[in-house]
């Protein structure tokens, strides 16, 4: 037994020595989960540290709290459209294919190892799930940019797939132990477990949300701490009724992590840096745990588990439970290949030796060995993968400054950064040419590698980098102006109700609306508004008098020398919005969210 001071010792070596080793891992694009088991192997029993670590209700323990938190922080970075786009495919992998994946492996598995079918699905299901660590980890680490709905299909998946493996676990192990017979009581258990975790996680994420806001602390680093110990508290909750914590945690992480919150910038580095903690230490332990020079005797059966695993169960769950979703195939084979395999097995792999199932430690070993095969082998080539398959995209570019406010209070207004491309309306026109909302102002431009003072006169250029502050009822209008130009016929109308804003109606051309705002006002581009609703409502209108076109209505505001001054803007959805159709938005990074 370490003496506390020396295990502190090494607790922070172990983490200092990865966090520079990852340095390296993603220069040789390695996964870290690799890195950090094989610093653990390094410093285990067979290793030249010579830690000895058998421990494996520890194991379990700290296992669970870390992957608690890593799919906390994953929850909070999936955006609700995202998680939307994502909910029936990803639902179909995390339920019907994990079963499917359990069978075939756990078939193949008994047939390899000449045990019982039950024993073999036992390690079927145990391996079965994609894991949400190693999921995260690559695909936000690794650099690597695919579309839009196939990211969210895998970490959905990868977040919500847990509970099917945990209760085909459980149930194996039961059934094994003579505790459960097969029946309604499994299905009540599986239904308890999803039912319970979902419910929970999401009354707890609103509820949770509701006094974030509203409490007042004194300090703004308790915010991420309570924050997190919501997240904690969700899966708590859920586990004592009875259902799963891994759900109930991470749609608490979604539903926190997509509503309004107080100190939210400094929330999310905190989670993010507990997450990367939670990482390095989990998957050191996990090396720490394992046995390599009992590896060897296991490597041949483990390496048939893991090609079956990986070019038929996966393959085979993918191409059944993606029909009805309409994929192309280069992303099925994608979805495929990304089946990474991770922490959750190795600690669903200690559950046969905590209650003593027999052949509990070849189970271990042999998952031990097809998970670190799968994470070097999936998790290294998964860039080249997309490359080859065209899934990959160019990556976003990223600004060299950011713009953020710190506040303990919720305040209504947001900062969005838009990155100009040369398609995108505003480029090349001078700030004081741009019609923008009363309540949206441009506070930042980044321009390479300097900073640009926001002037009248600063004429924007593709590649900037804009800051803009403004109102959350006017981010549609904005977002129109500062996304990519597109033809008349091609042009989508803005997702917006009713949003009313002041327009200087004198500085102000019908050419300026129809570019910017796509309204279908007819007469001459370069006539003003004052001019033109001169010759509409007649010579000195009065405040109040109104004019409406199509989608658009023009309500006058103030009048000087009897002549309209300002006007207000208003914009109505078309019917198909209102009723509830989704439309494309350009792609802006709120900051601090």
């Not at 997309?386 to 209070?409: C, F, H």
Request: aromatic share 8%; proline share 5%; net charge neutral.
């Amino acid at each position: 037994m370490f003496p506390v001071d020396r295990l502190l010792l090494v607790a922070a070596v172990l983490v200092i020595f990865g966090i520079i080793s990852s340095k390296f891992s993603a220069r040789l694009g390695l996964p870290v989960l690799v890195l950090f088991v094989g610093i653990g192997m390094l410093a285990g029993s067979d290793g030249i540290g010579g830690i000895e670590f058998t421990n494996y209700q520890v194991a379990h323990g700290v296992g669970t709290i870390a992957l608690a938190i890593i799919l906390f922080d994953g929850g909070l970075r999936t955006a609700r459209a995202s998680f939307r786009l994502a909910l029936g495919p990803a639902l179909s992998l995390a339920t019907v294919g994990v079963f499917i994946t359990a069978g075939i492996t756990g078939a193949a598995a008994a047939w390899l190892l000449g045990v019982r079918p039950l024993t073999g699905f036992l390690l079927g299901s145990i391996i079965s799930s994609t894991d949400a660590a190693a999921v995260f980890t690559v695909l936000r680490s690794s650099g690597l940019h695919i579309r839009k709905r196939l990211a969210a299909v895998l970490e959905v998946e990868s977040g919500s797939n847990d509970p099917m493996a945990i209760f085909l676990t459980i149930a194996c192990i039961e059934l094994l132990l003579g505790q459960r017979a097969i029946g309604v009581g499994l299905l009540g258990m599986f239904v308890m477990q999803r039912g319970v975790g979902a419910v929970v996680g999401l009354a707890i994420g609103r509820l949770s949300v509701t006094a974030i806001n509203r409490v007042n602390l004194q300090a703004a680093g308790l915010y991420p701490i309570v924050t997190a110990a919501a997240g904690v508290f969700a899966f708590g909750v859920a586990a004592v009724l009875g259902g799963s914590g891994f759900l109930s945690v991470y749609l608490a992480g979604i539903v926190i992590g997509n509503s309004e919150l107080v100190f939210r910038r400094g929330t999310l580095l905190f989670i993010d840096a507990a997450a990367w903690l939670s990482q390095i230490g989990m998957f050191v332990m996990l090396g720490l745990l394992s046995f390599p020079s009992r590896l060897p005797a296991i490597a041949l059966d483990g390496f048939l588990v893991a090609i079956i695993l990986i070019f038929v169960a996966r393959p085979i769950a993918v191409a059944v439970t993606l029909l009805p979703f309409r994929m192309s195939w280069r992303e099925q084979v994608f979805i495929a290949w990304v089946g990474l395999k991770g922490a959750v097995p190795i600690v669903l792999a200690t559950y046969p030796l905590m209650f003593g199932v027999v052949n509990g430690e070849v189970l271990f070993d042999i998952i031990f060995f097809a998970v670190l095969l799968s994470a070097v082998t999936q998790g290294w080539t998964m860039p080249m993968l997309a490359r080859r398959l065209n899934l990959q995209l160019p990556p976003k570019p990223v600004p060299p400054v950011t713009l953020e406010i710190t506040s303990l209070r919720g305040i209504d207004g947001d900062i969005l950064e838009y990155t100009l491309d040369e398609n995108s309306r505003a480029v090349n026109r001078h700030l004081r040419d741009l019609r923008m909302p009363e309540n949206a102002v441009v506070a930042l431009i980044a321009r390479g590698e300097r900073i640009v003072p926001p002037r009248g006169s600063t004429e924007l250029l593709a590649g900037d980098h804009v800051f803009i502050v403004l109102h959350p009822r006017v981010r549609p209008v904005v977002d129109r102006m500062f996304s990519s130009g597109t033809s008349a016929d091609e042009a989508e109308p803005m997702a917006v109700d009713s949003i009313e804003f002041p327009l200087d109606a004198a500085a102000t051309r019908l050419a300026d609306l129809v570019e910017f705002y796509d309204t279908d006002l007819t007469g001459d581009p370069a006539m003003t508004i004052t001019e033109f609703l001169d010759h509409a409502l007649g010579p000195a209108p009065e405040v109040g008098a109104l004019y409406e076109a199509g989608n658009i209505s023009l309500r006058v505001l103030s009048v000087a020398s009897g002549q309209v001054e300002s006007v207000g803007l208003r914009i109505t959805a078309p019917a198909e919005m209102q009723a509830g159709q989704a439309v494309r938005t350009p792609e802006v990074r709120p900051i601090g969210g």
